[in-house]
């Protein structure tokens, strides 16, 4: 960027009366569901957090830290389809950044507000805080570009249209975006007022061809399946999907990322798909499919359980975003939407789908002063949920321990996959229950994930959310032990907090809280914690090697693959 761009306008006497930069940006951000903003406040951010405070539809909600004002942004758009962080230049935004890169991974459209210095110190290289010292202002600018999928540097001339086009890219990759407001850019008034963009249109002739191909290839499959991804619930699709679904009276199963993406009471519902780790009758049956209709889903790692599923590239039908893949053609500008309707209305037979019924947690076991195995753990939190929830989970073995959990109607499970940045769920938490504020919300969380962000447990109270969350403190990280050469090494273990006691020393009033060891004790604090109307904390002890069943698969290939017994 060239700093004649940062060239601040003189608004003309026409322009006296327009709205400032970030009025309008506030404006359109708000137009589209951004109510809440998170962040921390700075110097140069200050027009841009005044603005914020002063507005009278957007509340802001300040955030222990910059990492987690991010995640809660995330968590945020997870329930809202939205949501925006706002930090300050250079020591804000680049602790936001493995957020915002999160974000990217996840399919999650944040808007990330960056309050930068007045022009004058960048076209003068000022010696300023938060600068490498150097007389740089672009760096941090270049460093968000690879996690972001558009930017733009706010001037009054192009604030219209950069704001319009930031809004259009999100929406349409369901990906952050970034915008640099430089402090004195952010009150002047906008030139240029008038931009609009068009939303994504199919290629017509794209659209039928895939629709024929699509229909043709189900029409004539022996067995097929569907594996609904979590992209469905990014882009509010999962009305269309399963209208696909009815419609062709086609089986579904979904991988881990993709968990409750569409309702596991469905009647289609096979289980989970966990390749070779788990739910074999649904491995079999998929594995054997004559076509799977991937729609929105991706075989990473966290979903294929390590790479041990086998779909054949020539019986897999891909839709994506943007695009379906049929065999090996590939059909450009075709909308997600637009495919499973037109696909719904192409219905030539109707499949049968297998009787298989989902695989899910065993009986609950255990009880008095029984310690709390794995086998004794998960059944009991699935018997907690309740239709609705929110549930959100850390990467950890207490996520993968709730894999076969079979949920109730209407209740979401979200894990950050993905990126699988340990502490996500705790501020993520946050942001959906400011999202989501008529929904039970429960965090569960594993110990060492928690210490990286626990202080945002604070925030809950002061906003009056009435979480419950569950901590698992199984001494330090449990599936790195499973996954590394030896579980006793040193750096897997980590300082013991008394994480029951968190809540009050971080403010939270009235809270219900309990440090649970056996049973019996766990049974009656989460029948507390179910019946309270106000917030839980329920600290859950194990043993240091108790791991859910997949955890114990795995750990089991690692040793072969170490070569030990
Ligand atoms: C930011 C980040 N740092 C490190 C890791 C590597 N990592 C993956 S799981 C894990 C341990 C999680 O421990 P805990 O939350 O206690 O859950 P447990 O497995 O013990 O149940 C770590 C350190 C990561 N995923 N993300
Ligand atoms: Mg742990």
Known sequence: MTLSRLAPAIPSAGDVMAETVIHHILRRLNEIGVDDVFGVAGDYAFPVNDAIVEHPSIKWVGCCNELNAGYAADGYARMRGVGAVCTTYGVGELAAISAIAGSYAEHLAVFHLVGSPNLPTQEGRALVHHTLGDGEFDLFHKMAE???????????????????????????????????????????????????????????????????????????????????????????????????????????????????????????????????????????????????????????????????????????????????????????????????????????????????????????????????????????????FRPDDVIMTDTGTCSLGLTFAQLPKGAEFHNQTLWASIGWATPAAFGAAVGAQDRRLILITGEGAHQMTAQEISQFDRHGLRP??????????????????????????????????????????????????????????????????????????????????????????????????
């Open 146 to 384: 690879p996690v972001v999928c558009a930017s733009a540097v706010m001037t009054p001339q192009n604030a219209a249209a950069e704001t319009e086009r930031l809004i259009a890219e999100a929406l349409y990759h369901r990906r952050p975006v970034y915008m640099a407001i430089p402090s004195d850019v952010a009150d002047t008034p906008v030139l240029s007022p008038t931009a609009s963009h068009n939303p994504a249109t199919s290629d017509p002739g794209s659209l039928a061809a895939a629709t024929d191909a699509v229909a043709a290839v189900l029409n004539n499959a022996g067995q097929a399946c569907v594996l609904p991804g979590v992209l469905l619930r990014r882009l509010r699709l999962q009305d269309a999907a399963t209208a696909f679904i009815d419609a062709w009276g086609l089986p579904f199963a979904t991988m881990f990322a993709d968990k409750s993406v569409l309702g596991e009471g469905h009647p289609h519902y096979i289980g989970m798909y966990t390749g070779r780790l788990g739910g074999e009758p649904v491995r079999a049956f998929v594995e054997s499919c004559d076509a799977v209709v991937m729609i929105g889903s991706m075989l990473t790692d966290g979903n294929t359980a390590g790479h041990t599923v086998r779909l054949d590239p020539s019986r897999t039908i891909t839709i994506d975003h943007h695009r379906t893949t049929v065999g090996s053609t590939m059909y450009r500008n075709v909308e997600m939407a637009d495919l499973m309707t037109q696909l719904s209305e192409r219905i030539t037979k109707q499949a049968q789908p297998p009787a298989i019924t989902p695989e899910t947690l065993g009986p609950i076991v255990g009880g008095g002063e029984d310690p709390i195995t794995a086998d004794a753990l998960y059944p009991r939190l699935a018997d907690f």
């Open 468 to 565: 419950i969350v569950l901590v698992l403190n199984n001494s330090g990280y449990l599936s790195e032990r499973m996954l590394c050469k030896d579980m006793a090494l040193g750096y897997n273990d980590i300082a013991a907090w008394n994480y029951a006691e968190l809540p009050h020393a971080l403010g939270c009033q009235g809270w219900f809280t309990a440090r649970v060891r056996s049973c019996g004790v766990l049974d009656d604090a989460l029948k507390t914690a179910g019946q309270a109307d106000g917030a839980a904390y329920i600290e859950i002890i194990t043993d240091p090697y108790e791991a859910p069943p997949m955890y114990r698969k795995l750990h089991e290939n690692v040793k072969s693959f170490y070569n030990i017994h």
